[in-house]
Structure formats: structure tokens, C-alpha cells
């Protein structure tokens, strides 16, 4: 598909308008996307997203320099590719990377999704186990808080149920 400005290029960038309810949309190249979204292009956007979604914002705080410096030297042995390269592209290397770049995905992943574990659908066969070791885990979680809350009565229960489910 080529691009609705300019006709020329491929177009990569999807732009939606909602303006009083009518709805627009346009197809563009990167480079007719970077006029549309202020004059930046599409790589430094999708860079900004993936940092405003990250919590890599923010000036001055000594922390963050810390692990700014931290996720530069971060390199997946596998591939090579480093935190930073995976930052500015938005695409991992190889299947080694998930392990090389675990706490920040998982920080990621909960950031955008709410959570860092799935919680959509499940398969019709196997779903009912899949539920029952979801509920045990919450329920050993329960169990821990509780513990730690010194309720030992309300803990009991919950032993009593993880036990009835195992």
C-alpha cells in the first residue's frame, strides 16, 4: 500500500483522527508520519513510547542514571544485542533475549498490559487445571499475607483450601 500523502513510499504508519466523532484514516511513509506527528521521526517516537512505557523518564534522579547505566552495558549472550538496541527498535534478537532481558520485560509487560503474567483465554483441554494451579497460587500468596499479618486462623483456612485443591 502505498502512502495517502505522498504516493511514492510504503506506507508503515497508521494515523486515526477522532475529530467530533468522525473518524480518519491515513496510511503514510515514515517520513510523511514524522511531518504529520511534529516533525519527529517515527523511530524517535516509538523510542519515546517504549521509555514513557519503561519509567526511563524523568531528569536528574541519580537513581535513574544508575540504571540507565546499568540497562547500557545489559547484552543478551546469545545475539549481542544490547538493552539499548532493543530500546530504540522495539524487537528482540533471538529467544535467548526474553531471559537476558527478563526484569525489564516484565516490567514492560506490566506496564502495558496491566500484568506480567497471561490471563485471557485458556485451551478447552488442560483449562480447568491451568485454573486450578492459578487459584492455588493465589491462594499461596493469600496464605503468606496472612502469615505475615499473624492471622493464623484465616491462614489455617487457606492451608485447609490449597490442601482440598492440591
Do not use: W
Not at 511514492?8 to 506527528?37: D, P, R
Not at 521509555?51 to 544508575?66: A, L, Q, R
Not at 530500546?87 to 526474553?98: P, Q, V
Amino acid at each position: 500500500m502505498l502512502c495517502d500523502r505522498c504516493g511514492k513510499n510504503a506506507a508503515s504508519v497508521l494515523i486515526k483522527q477522532n475529530i467530533n466523532g468522525k473518524i480518519t484514516e491515513y496510511n503514510l511513509c515514515e517520513e510523511c508520519a514524522s511531518h504529520t506527528t511534529g516533525s519527529l521521526p517515527f523511530d524517535t517516537i516509538l523510542k519515546n513510547f517504549m521509555n514513557s512505557v519503561m519509567g526511563i523518564t524523568g531528569v536528574g534522579d541519580v537513581k535513574e542514571k544508575e540504571n540507565k547505566a546499568v540497562l547500557k552495558d545489559l547484552k543478551c549472550p546469545s545475539c549481542g544485542l544490547t538493552y539499548e538496541g532493543f530500546n530504540s527498535c522495539g524487537k528482540l534478537g533471538c529467544a535467548e533475549c526474553y531471559n537476558a532481558f527478563r526484569k525489564q520485560l516484565l516490567t514492560l509487560f506490566k506496564n502495558v498490559h496491566g500484568s506480567a503474567s497471561h490471563t485471557g483465554k485458556l485451551p478447552a483441554r488442560g483449562g480447568a487445571e491451568l485454573l486450578q494451579l492459578r487459584e492455588i497460587d493465589k491462594l499461596k500468596k493469600q496464605l503468606k499475607q496472612l502469615i505475615e499479618a499473624e492471622e493464623f486462623e484465616e491462614a489455617a483456612k487457606v492451608r485447609d483450601l490449597i490442601k482440598a485443591l492440591s
